[in-house]
């Protein structure tokens, strides 16, 4: 599999299982258990597993070059720009709520109504916007790095 489809891959399989233990987490757990009184320290937590997805990706993608980068950049990005949000939902088989007030903090939400809560339209569309931006990039970069590689072998002396 070529350095491209890993990050890809690799993208979607870290955004589902932070997800998943988002779910298992804070759902089973913390809910079911009303710990909310311990909302900070499970975010430091929860914060601490992103970064450590984010930095095995980038170890493991280290031999793909740039791609590492864009790995470690989208991760974060749509994480906390509502696909990860999205997917809570979705692999709970539970829609998503109408109002997210606590998501109202979130700088990577930003598509919102000026002082009003994050609604589920606006987590969407916010959702769709990182993902449409890093997979744009994705697009993109492949091409350049095809056009690249295509005028290397123009050049190579025959």
Known sequence: MSARRRVLVALFVALGFYALSDILLWQRIFEANSL????????????????????????????????????????????????????YYWL???????????????????????????????????????LGLWLAAWVVLGQARRANDAAEVGRAPG
């Open 36 to 87: 909310s009184m311990f909302d900070a320290q499970y975010q430091t937590g929860h914060v601490a597993i992103l970064i450590g997805l984010i930095g095995t990706g980038a170890v493991l993608l280290w031999d793909a070059g740039a791609w590492a980068l864009w790995f470690g950049g989208a991760l974060y990005t749509t994480a906390f720009g509502g696909v990860a949000d999205v997917l």
């Open 92 to 130: 709970d088989g539970r829609s998503v709520p109408a109002v997210l007030p606590w998501l109202d903090r979130s700088r990577l939400v930003f598509i919102r109504p000026l002082g009003g809560d994050v609604t589920s339209v606006e987590l969407l569309a916010s959702a769709a916007f990182w």
